[in-house]
């Protein structure tokens, strides 16, 4: 259910310090443009880092001041030969390639007819003081009364979907620097945003709000560190708070309807703090709050906009202290909420929808949790972490768990199972299985027997035949439990062994109706195609490839995400491919060591021809965009990109990084990440950086960058063709060769694995840097070889 109209809910007391986040967020949204702040300017700039703007020839009018603060600024360009202009160059050529896919040019330079700007600090005054200073403005209050009529609501109305940020900014730490958001009428382009937000990793973005399949999407043109960010010019960021220690309580009517008490310890960053911004799922209603015992005042609202520019269907709301809380001090917070965030999917089967929100969070923070559950006692309730408490309450059951170590966040799932146990030293496995068929799984009923025409004579056989037409065969929800269970010991323990204690020591897995999985700490959720013997499946999973994901890889990446996710994990959308690579990866090692390199070279040739698969246009999959796009390769329009390129291009990835490297290397450095990292953050450049440090010694650190700079931030696959002569005789047999290399763009360069394939002895491999002008290579060796080749081991055009 959408829910962006916007509404508050606020405590009843007043506030001594300051007004209430309610009463700001009335008055910026009802203060207006103002008449008398209206000029007719000619050649006045405004730059902001790297965006820089020119309101050459038009008027410019400011709002009115709230708390001594003028938040928005409009500009026309409604004058005879008026107009404004807008200059922005990314930075960075894969930032250029995507701004040229939607504008056509790799620099964004356009000219517009009309600027919307909310400020939410003080540049909009020093703007102003700017024009009256330089003289470049001269007052023109009659145009004033007509655009504050004309552009007045249309600032309020993009002021109403930044209410929340206008009003977290003004009661933000002092030093914390302000946002510009700029909403511009382009000539060429239409119309389209720009944003500065000191609080991003990446400050700069350029976008438009487009319609994709009858959907309201954000395209990112453009986004990118702003300057003095990349020239190390900016102090680094310190977080607000930090939420600690979660207790919470849970009920659960007989309509699975829930009602929540969330407690958490709130320790303050560096700096005194008043606002505290949470998400949460909006199937969830926050109620009420209070800080240290007493009702605080919460602020929620939410916008289309907001929730398109963060391709999220989570709501954002506003804790605000009665009084800033000391820097470094700690808190009990305590926050009541109510939802449906369980759906049914057939007769006893459930769906948790806000699996990750169905309780307030505060960014990606590790933490211990205490849950406490009371729920329809026919049902089975599953979460994260030991059981703690289990009893049996009147008509309900109780449980609670605990996490004995701090974990990235926790969820839970429920429904009518069976459960059996693996059996893995040391750790404690459930695996859970639907008693009950989800109604999208079962067969429609067989058409009627059509009856035969009046008259016709029928046999006591056929009339005993049509009375009981052959019932449908109902897959069986359960049928291949317990390999489930096997197979999720078994790729527990290799993960273990080879990359160290996963995030719980206690796993359960239970079944989610559709085609996916999810890999939460201590809880995996798992596709309940998985559970159903192949041949029960839907008839167009049925062919080899949805059988080894739905049979052999989704539970082992899922079960892998409790190291990659789980114990070390990513705050930025550019470093999620890591975590999803990693975790197909990791099952694609498993089924190796299960099935036989065999099985994974098969898998990895089905991702090559996915990724190279052409549309319509003669675009590849992989062209897509660098897989540290992440969501915004969708914004290709080319169908299943972002899926294929982070899965199964980033499994490549591993795969080249593996060959490489050797296997040993690769699996101490895979060990090191999740020690080094454990409980933390990575960034794509730190496991490069980390890669470096277990390659092979000489040429291996540039080998890395090389996968990095063409796989990882690049795109491209090339076509390479190998030619080679063998001359002498044993033991000084002389190679010469040559690989040319075509398909990618000219900068493309790879090291290329050549196998010297000998009739009796191990194969020798030759790594040779790939380049599109071709590259030679020699190599004398001591017998004559059966075989030269270049390995499939490198994601080429075949
Ligand atoms: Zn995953």
Same mark, same amino acid.
């Given at each position: 259910?959408?829910?962006?109209?916007?509404?508050?809910?606020?405590?009843?007391?007043?506030?001594?310090?300051?007004?209430?986040?309610?009463?700001?967020?009335?008055?910026?949204?009802?203060?207006?443009?103002?008449?008398?702040?209206?000029? &007719?300017?000619?050649?006045?700039?405004?730059?902001?880092?790297?965006?820089?703007?020119?309101?050459?020839?038009?008027?410019?009018? %400011?709002?009115?001041?709230?708390?001594?603060?003028?938040?928005?600024?409009?500009?026309?360009?409604?004058?005879?030969?008026?107009?404004?202009?807008?200059?922005?160059?990314?930075?960075?050529?894969?930032?250029?390639?995507?701004?040229?896919?939607?504008?056509?040019?790799?620099?964004?330079?356009?000219?517009? &007819?009309?600027?919307?700007?909310?400020? =939410?600090?003080?540049?909009?005054?020093?703007?102003?003081?700017?024009?009256?200073?330089?003289?470049?403005?001269?007052?023109?209050?009659?145009?004033?009364?007509?655009?504050?009529?004309?552009?007045?609501?249309?600032?309020?109305?993009?002021?109403?979907?930044?209410?929340?940020?206008?009003?977290?900014?003004?009661?933000?730490?002092? $030093?914390?620097?302000?946002?510009?958001?700029?909403?511009?009428?382009?000539?060429?382009?239409?119309?389209?945003?720009?944003?500065?937000?000191?609080?991003?990793?990446?400050?700069?973005?350029?976008?438009?709000?487009?319609?994709?399949?009858?959907?309201?999407?954000?395209?990112?043109?453009?986004?990118?560190?702003?300057?003095?960010?990349?020239?190390?010019?900016?102090?680094?960021?310190?977080?607000?708070?930090?939420?600690?220690?979660?207790?919470?309580?849970?009920?659960?009517?007989?309509?699975?309807?829930?009602?929540?008490?969330?407690?958490?310890?709130?320790?303050?960053?560096?700096?005194?703090?008043?606002?505290?911004?949470?998400?949460?799922?909006?199937?969830?209603?926050?109620?009420?709050?209070?800080?240290?015992?007493?009702?605080?005042?919460?602020?929620?609202?939410?916008?289309?906009?907001?929730?398109?520019?963060?391709?999220?269907?989570?709501?954002?709301?506003?804790?605000?202290?009665?009084?800033?809380?000391?820097?470094?001090?700690?808190?009990?917070?305590?926050?009541?909420?109510?939802?449906?965030?369980?759906?049914?999917?057939?007769?006893?089967?459930?769906?948790?929808?806000? &699996?990750?929100?169905?309780?307030?969070?505060?960014?990606?923070?590790?933490? =211990?949790?205490?849950?406490?559950?009371?729920?329809?006692?026919?049902?089975?309730?599953?979460?994260?972490?030991?059981?703690?408490?289990?009893?049996?309450?009147?008509?309900?059951?109780?449980?609670?768990? /605990?996490?004995?170590?701090?974990?990235?966040?926790?969820?839970?799932?429920?429904? $009518?199972?069976?459960?059996?146990?693996?059996?893995?030293?040391? %750790?404690?496995?459930?695996?859970?299985?639907?008693?009950?068929?989800?109604?999208?799984?079962?067969?429609?009923?067989?058409?009627?027997?059509?009856?035969?025409?009046?008259?016709?004579?029928?046999?006591?056989?056929?009339?005993?035949?049509?009375?009981?037409?052959?019932?449908?065969?109902?897959?069986?929800?359960?049928?291949?439990? /317990?390999?489930?269970?096997?197979?999720?010991?078994?790729?527990?323990?290799?993960?273990?062994?080879?990359?160290?204690?996963?995030?719980?020591?206690?796993? =359960?897995?239970?079944?989610?109706?559709?085609?996916?999985?999810?890999?939460?700490?201590?809880?995996?959720?798992?596709?309940?195609?998985?559970?159903?013997?192949?041949?029960?499946?839907?008839?167009?999973?049925?062919?080899?490839?949805?059988?080894?994901?739905?049979?052999?890889?989704?539970?082992?990446?899922?079960?892998?995400?409790?190291?990659?996710?789980?114990?070390?994990?990513?705050?930025?959308?550019? $470093?999620?491919?890591?975590?999803?690579?990693?975790?197909?990866?990791?099952?694609?090692?498993?089924?190796?060591?299960?099935?036989?390199?065999?099985?994974?070279?098969?898998?990895?040739?089905?991702? &090559?021809?996915?990724?190279?698969?052409?549309?319509?246009?003669?675009?590849?999959?992989?062209?897509?965009?660098?897989?540290?796009?992440?969501?915004?390769?969708?914004?290709?329009?080319?169908?299943?990109?972002?899926?294929?390129?982070?899965?199964?291009?980033?499994?490549?990835?591993?795969?080249?990084?593996?060959?490489?490297?050797?296997?040993?290397?690769?699996?101490?450095?895979?060990?090191?990440? /999740?020690?080094?990292?454990?409980?933390?953050?990575?960034?794509?450049?730190?496991?490069?950086?980390?890669?470096?440090?277990?390659?092979?010694?000489?040429?291996?650190?540039?080998?890395?960058?090389?996968? %990095?700079?063409?796989?990882?931030?690049?795109?491209?696959?090339?076509?390479?063709?190998?030619?080679?002569?063998?001359?002498?005789?044993?033991?000084?047999?002389?190679?010469?060769?040559?690989?040319?290399?075509?398909?990618?763009?000219?900068?493309?360069?790879?090291?290329?694995?050549?196998?010297?394939?000998?009739?009796?002895?191990?194969?020798?491999?030759?790594?040779?840097?790939?380049?599109?002008?071709?590259? =030679? %290579?020699?190599?004398?060796?001591?017998?004559?070889?059966?075989?030269?080749?270049?390995?499939?081991?490198?994601?080429?055009?075949?």
């Amino acid at each position: 259910m959408s829910r962006w109209w916007w509404f508050f809910a606020f405590a009843c007391c007043a506030f001594a310090a300051g007004p209430s986040a309610a009463d700001l967020a009335k008055s910026i949204r009802e203060a207006g443009l103002d008449a008398d702040q209206c000029y &007719r300017v000619r050649d006045v700039s405004l730059q902001k880092e790297d965006i820089r703007l020119y309101f050459t020839d038009g008027y410019l009018i %400011f709002s009115k001041p709230v708390e001594g603060q003028r938040r928005g600024a409009v500009f026309t360009a409604d004058v005879e030969g008026g107009d404004g202009e807008v200059l922005l160059l990314p930075p960075f050529p894969a930032e250029r390639q995507s701004l040229a896919m939607f504008t056509q040019s790799a620099n964004l330079d356009e000219h517009f &007819r009309a600027a919307l700007m909310i400020f =939410t600090d003080a540049a909009a005054q020093a703007l102003l003081d700017r024009i009256g200073k330089e003289g470049s403005g001269r007052k023109a209050p009659e145009i004033g009364v007509a655009m504050a009529e004309r552009w007045g609501p249309v600032l309020a109305n993009v002021e109403t979907g930044f209410q929340m940020r206008l009003v977290e900014d003004a009661l933000a730490p002092a $030093d914390e620097g302000g946002m510009l958001f700029l909403a511009l009428d382009g000539r060429k382009v239409g119309n389209f945003d720009m944003v500065y937000d000191p609080r991003s990793r990446e400050q700069i973005v350029a976008g438009q709000l487009t319609q994709r399949n009858g959907r309201l999407t954000y395209n990112i043109w453009t986004s990118f560190p702003a300057r003095s960010s990349r020239t190390g010019n900016r102090k680094p960021q310190t977080p607000w708070f930090t939420p600690s220690d979660f207790r919470i309580d849970a009920a659960l009517d007989p309509d699975l309807k829930m009602k929540v008490t969330t407690r958490m310890k709130i320790r303050v960053g560096n700096r005194p703090l008043r606002v505290f911004p949470f998400d949460i799922s909006s199937q969830m209603n926050v109620t009420s709050a209070k800080i240290d015992g007493a009702p605080a005042e919460l602020f929620i609202q939410e916008s289309l906009r907001g929730r398109a520019l963060r391709g999220s269907e989570n709501d954002i709301f506003l804790l605000i202290a009665p009084e800033a809380l000391a820097a470094n001090s700690e808190h009990e917070f305590e926050f009541d909420h109510e939802g449906s965030v369980i759906t049914t999917a057939g007769d006893g089967v459930f769906f948790v929808n806000a &699996r990750a929100t169905w309780y307030p969070r505060a960014a990606e923070s590790f933490a =211990t949790y205490d849950l406490t559950f009371r729920y329809p006692k026919a049902l089975t309730l599953v979460a994260a972490g030991d059981v703690a408490e289990d009893r049996i309450d009147g008509d309900c059951r109780v449980t609670r768990w /605990r996490t004995p170590s701090p974990i990235r966040l926790a969820g839970f799932n429920l429904g $009518d199972y069976e459960k059996v146990s693996g059996n893995v030293p040391g %750790f404690t496995i459930n695996v859970y299985g639907n008693r009950h068929l989800q109604t999208s799984l079962q067969p429609r009923p067989a058409p009627a027997p059509i009856d035969p025409p009046p008259g016709a004579r029928r046999s006591p056989i056929d009339r005993l035949n049509a009375a009981s037409p052959s019932a449908p065969i109902l897959p069986d929800p359960l049928a291949r439990l /317990r390999t489930v269970a096997q197979d999720v010991s078994s790729a527990l323990e290799f993960y273990s062994t080879n990359f160290g204690p996963p995030a719980l020591k206690t796993l =359960t897995v239970a079944p989610i109706p559709g085609a996916f999985g999810q890999g939460f700490p201590g809880l995996v959720y798992l596709s309940t195609l998985s559970y159903l013997d192949p041949n029960q499946r839907p008839a167009m999973l049925r062919d080899e490839r949805h059988q080894v994901f739905f049979s052999e890889l989704i539970a082992a990446h899922e079960v892998a995400h409790q190291w990659w996710g789980n114990v070390v994990t990513v705050d930025a959308y550019q $470093d999620e491919w890591l975590m999803e690579a990693l975790a197909s990866y990791s099952a694609l090692l498993w089924l190796e060591k299960k099935k036989g390199p065999k099985a994974l070279d098969s898998v990895l040739d089905d991702y &090559r021809d996915h990724l190279l698969a052409k549309d319509a246009e003669g675009r590849t999959v992989e062209s897509a965009g660098p897989i540290t796009w992440g969501p915004r390769i969708e914004s290709a329009g080319i169908n299943d990109a972002w899926r294929a390129i982070t899965y199964e291009k980033g499994a490549w990835i591993f795969h080249m990084l593996r060959k490489r490297m050797g296997d040993d290397r690769f699996l101490k450095m895979l060990a090191e990440m /999740r020690k080094r990292y454990e409980f933390r953050t990575i960034s794509t450049e730190q496991f490069r950086d980390l890669a470096k440090e277990f390659a092979p010694p000489k040429t291996g650190a540039s080998a890395v960058d090389a996968i %990095f700079d063409n796989w990882v931030f690049d795109t491209g696959v090339p076509e390479l063709k190998l030619k080679y002569t063998v001359k002498g005789v044993a033991p000084a047999v002389k190679i010469s060769g040559s690989i040319a290399q075509s398909g990618v763009d000219d900068d493309f360069s790879i090291d290329v694995p050549v196998e010297i394939q000998f009739a009796k002895g191990a194969a020798q491999t030759l790594w040779v840097r790939s380049s599109n002008d071709g590259v =030679t %290579f020699t190599a004398t060796v001591k017998q004559v070889p059966s075989r030269i080749v270049l390995p499939a081991s490198v994601l080429t055009k075949k």
